[in-house]
Nanobody, 122 residues
């Protein structure tokens, strides 16, 4: 299993970024994929998740209405469009296979790929 996040960078508050997550080493379209983030000094948290088919999406309350998750199964890639960015969105962002059940969603495997740093600052 390999997932590599990219697309991070420095952006001003109110700006936008689009992250990409390229996957390999497993049957990509069999799995839900989640985006997670870890801010300095904080626990890693779930941001968004998309089902295997792309038909269902989930968001944390902190990003709902600002972030949009999508996937292209032909390219083994998941995206996270981030708009109206806030300084509190500053974190390293990771993608990982996820599970979805009645209680919610979360990371499926004991695996973290390479993350990408998003910094929201003037």
């Amino acid at each position: 299993v390999q997932l590599q996040a990219s697309g991070g960078g420095l952006v001003q508050p109110g700006g936008s970024l689009k992250l990409s997550c390229a996957a390999s080493g497993f049957t990509f379209d069999d799995y839900a994929i989640g985006w997670f983030r870890q801010a300095p000094g904080k626990e890693r948290e779930g941001v968004s998740c998309i089902s295997a088919s792309g038909g269902s999406t989930y968001y944390s309350d902190s990003v709902k209405g600002r972030f949009t998750i999508s996937r292209d199964n032909a390219k083994n890639t998941v995206y996270l469009q981030m708009n109206s960015l806030k300084p509190e969105d500053t974190a390293v962002y990771y993608c990982a296979p996820a599970f979805i059940n009645e209680a919610g969603w979360g990371r499926l495997l004991d695996y973290w790929g390479q993350g990408t740093l998003v910094t929201v600052s003037r």
